[in-house]
C-alpha cells in the first residue's frame, strides 16, 4: 500500500518537474480554425450580464485532409492582461496540460467533418469571470482527446481585438494570484500525503 504511494506520489512529482507524458506543445498545433468574437476592440462587458457570439469554422483554403483527425472542437475564454503586456508569463505556456490561459470553457462541440458550415453560439459571460482583457481561442481535439490545431480571435502576440469584462460587485481576483494558489496548494497536500504514507509505512513494520 505505501509503496503504490509513494509510486503515484513521485509519478505526480514528475509531472511538476517534467512536462507530463503525452503533454501537447501549443507550439505544434496547426492553425486552422478560423475564430470570431462580437466583441470589439477594448469593448467592455459585464459578467453575468452581457453576452458573446462566437463563430468559428475551418480555414477552407486549406487541403481537405487537414482536418481528418478532428473530433471535437472546444471553444474557450481566454486572459490576456493588457498591463502585463511584456511578461514572458502571459505568453501561452507551451506544455498545454500546464497552460492557465484559456480557463472559461464556452462550448465543446463535436467536430462534424461533413459539415464545413461555420458554427456559431450565443454565450452569456460567467458571473465568475474576474476582471481583465480577454480573447477568444477554439482548440480541435483528435480522437485521443488531444490538442491537434487551433484558431484564435487576437494575433499570435495577444495584441489585437482584446475586450474586457467587468466582474460583478468588484471581484478582482486576478488569475495570476489564483494560479499560484493552486500550484503552491497541489504541493502543499502532495507532501501532506508524502508524510501521511511515510507515517503508514512505519506504523506497518
Ligand atoms: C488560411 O490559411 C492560409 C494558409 O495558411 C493563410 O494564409 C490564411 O490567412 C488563412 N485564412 C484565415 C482566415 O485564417
Ligand atoms: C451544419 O451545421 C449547422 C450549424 O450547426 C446546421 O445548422 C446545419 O443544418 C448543418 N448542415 C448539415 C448539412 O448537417
Known sequence: MAARGLLLASL??????????????????????VVK?????????????D?????????????????SAYRTIKVKLCYAPISQVDRAWRKTEDH???DRTCQFKIVARPYNSANKT???LEWTIERDVPTSTYFIRAYA????????????????????DLFQI?????????MD?????????????????????????????
Open 12 to 33: 505526480v512529482l514528475s509531472c511538476f518537474l517534467l512536462p507530463c507524458y503525452g503533454t501537447v506543445l501549443f507550439s505544434s498545433l496547426q492553425k486552422t480554425l
Open 37 to 49: 468574437a462580437t466583441p470589439t476592440s477594448g469593448q467592455v462587458l459585464r459578467a453575468g450580464v
Open 51 to 67: 453576452k458573446i457570439t462566437v463563430t468559428w469554422g475551418l480555414n477552407q483554403t486549406l487541403p481537405a485532409g487537414t482536418y
Open 96 to 98: 498545454l496540460n500546464k
Open 118 to 120: 461555420a458554427q456559431s
Open 141 to 160: 481535439y483528435n480522437a485521443e482527446e488531444k490538442e491537434v490545431a487551433y484558431g484564435q480571435t487576437t494575433d499570435a502576440h495577444k495584441t489585437t
Open 166 to 174: 467587468e466582474a460583478i460587485s468588484g471581484r478582482h481576483t486576478t
Open 177 to 205: 494570484i489564483c494560479s499560484i494558489c493552486f500550484s503552491a496548494f497541489s504541493v502543499v497536500s502532495l507532501f501532506g500525503f508524502f508524510y501521511k504514507e511515510k507515517r503508514n509505512a512505519k506504523r506497518a513494520q
